[in-house]
């Protein structure tokens, strides 16, 4: 997803937010309030996906390094393979 997508939906989805509430509630001060707090919890589940997925693609890149040393160790090498 571009960044300018990504920014725009965010804004549509903190607008929409502040509206809901303040149309619920009547008040601005709870509105902002609760947008602010929703635009936290925004950006600490994004921090967390974003950690996700590091440590996921880390398991990834282990799992292969763990293949290929099993693998390796599977054939033996012989000198002769390397003269012909």
Request: hydrophobic share 55%; with cysteine; charged share 15%.
């Amino acid at each position: 997803m571009r960044l300018i997508i990504f920014c725009r939906l965010l804004g549509m989805v903190l607008c929409g937010n502040a509206v809901t509430v303040y149309f619920a509630l009547d008040s601005i001060r709870l509105a902002v309030f609760t947008t602010l707090a929703f635009w936290l919890v925004l950006q600490v589940a994004y921090f967390a996906n974003v950690l996700f997925l590091i440590w996921r693609s880390s398991g990834v890149r282990g799992e292969q390094r763990a293949q290929l040393f099993v693998s390796s160790q599977k054939v033996p090498f012989r000198p002769s393979d390397m003269m012909t």
